[in-house]
């Protein structure tokens, strides 16, 4: 498996991925990065699968845990706990500076998980990735250093009214400094972007688009490919927000034709303050820095600095090495399994909550009723999001009721929140039969 490729990577030094990683970032060589086939997936049945996850085997309140809170963040396999492991015990050390053996290991491991996420994603090069703590520093990083440098007053930033408060509030900062505006898709009655409207909000002065694949509400998947089409038609660069889809589907970069892409290593797997930006290379390099700091210099005066090339210009300080090397320890788990297939497991979590849910009295679902990612949000008239959460909690079933950041998009429903359930490839169908069990008891309860 390729954690065991880079786990032998960094236990031999001397070895040619080392060589050629100190020499790509030492700037010596800097290689397109083609990539190579992913070793297809592992058949394994999905009980076997869970058992990976030591989490899930624990009892919440004396029931045993349905963890139902996937899209906030996933449970990790030992995989992950391993990789981490073995970096803490055995190669801990700053990457890119120290000319020792452990520097060096540090440095090959982070590097080649560039490489990985790369891959992960079907990005061209490895200097298209940026590591970040997540969705929403990618976020800012692309509103503060392209957006800064590049918007003028008048200009129009175009969203949509699905965004997580993370795809909003980075660009209302950017809206108040350069005088930009923003405008936003409707989302129609059924959870969909009303893409019938798109080339009235689609004008001369759109200069970016930025959009979410998957809802983290609605469970709505966007149509990407085709956004990206029209906004490039009309000369505006775009944002995927990938919270919700790199970890569930498989995503290629390059067939959706995006510029920037972004994701939270936490979501599919990973450890937190773990994620990646990945831009294609033509727009990283036209933009400026946006933390200042080490690694990301070439010559520091008193008075001014000169700037490495991406990903290092964006990557100031030390930077989440074991984060990183976690990151790509989940990309090769999922790959292993094969995202396609969690994607269809996912989705028919869904598709069976979706139906038996409509068997509760008084309770209302956001959301396409099919195409749909595997997460299911729902409001009861007969109480309270947090109370039924509340509820469910008391029975070992772990929902989210809230407004799940999205307060815009909750108000366009005219609800203040929802409870969601958000299922992953661990979950089984029985555990969305007694979350159905516990919802009834709830309903006797509070109706
Ligand atoms: C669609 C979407 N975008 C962005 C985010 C923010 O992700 P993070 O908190 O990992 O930066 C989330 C998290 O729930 C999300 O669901």
């Not at 963890?67 to 995989?79: C, E, G, I, M, V």
């Not at 759109?206 to 149509?223: C, D, E, M, Q």
């Amino acid at each position: 498996m390729r954690q065991a490729v880079v786990i032998e990577a960094v236990r031999t030094p001397i070895g040619r991925a080392h060589a050629e990683t100190m020499a790509r970032w030492q700037g010596a060589h800097v290689s397109t990065f083609t990539a190579e086939s992913i070793a297809p997936p592992i058949a394994r049945d999905w009980p076997e699968i869970r058992g990976d996850f030591p989490v899930l085997d624990q009892a919440v309140n004396g029931q045993p845990l349905i963890y139902f809170d996937n899209a906030a963040t996933s449970q990790k396999p030992r995989a992950v706990i391993e990789a981490l492991r073995h970096y803490y015990e055995r190669d801990n050390a700053n990457v890119h500076r120290g000319l020792h053996e452990l520097s060096s290991r540090a440095t090959a491991a982070y590097e080649l998980a560039r490489e990985r996420v790369a891959r992960f994603i079907g990005a061209a090069n490895a200097d298209e990735i940026v590591f970040t703590r997540g969705t929403t520093e990618g976020i800012n990083l692309v509103a503060q250093s392209w957006g800064g440098h590049f918007l003028r007053a008048g200009d129009v930033v175009l969203l949509t009214e699905m965004e997580h408060h993370s795809n909003l509030v980075p660009w209302q900062l950017l809206a108040g400094r350069t005088g930009a505006r923003l405008r936003f898709v409707p989302v129609r009655d059924d959870g969909q972007l009303d893409l019938a409207r798109l080339s009235d909000f689609l004008t001369p002065e759109v200069k970016l688009f930025a959009f979410t694949h998957i809802s983290n509400s609605l469970g709505t998947i966007n149509p990407v490919m085709e956004l990206c089409r029209a906004a490039h038609a009309a000369g505006a660069v775009t944002l995927v927000d990938g919270a919700q889809s790199a970890g569930h589907l498989p995503v290629n970069v390059q067939e959706i034709g995006c510029d920037f892409y972004v994701f939270s290593g936490h979501k599919m797997c990973g450890p937190t303050g773990s994620g990646a930006l990945y831009g294609r290379a033509e727009l990283l390099n036209a933009m400026p820095p946006w933390h200042g700091g080490g690694e990301m210099i070439v010559t520091v005066s008193l008075e001014r600095s000169t700037f490495k090339t991406p990903p290092q210009r964006f990557e100031a300080g030390t930077p989440n090495i074991a984060g990183a090397i976690g990151l790509a320890a989940a990309c090769d788990y999922l790959d292993a399994i094969g995202r396609d297939r969690i994607f269809a497991h996912d989705v028919a979590l869904a598709q069976q909550a979706l139906e038996r849910l409509a068997e509760i009295p008084g309770l209302r679902i956001l959301g396409p009723r099919e195409e749909r990612g595997g997460l299911v949000g729902f409001v009861a008239d007969w109480a309270h999001p947090h109370d039924l959460t509340t509820f469910a909690n008391e029975s070992g079933l772990a929902l989210r009721g809230g407004h799940h950041c999205n307060q815009p998009l909750m108000r366009r429903f005219g609800v203040t929140g929802t409870s969601r359930a958000s299922f992953y490839f661990y979950n089984t169908p029985d555990e969305v039969d007694r979350m159905i069990e516990i919802i009834t008891a709830a309903h006797r309860f509070f109706a």
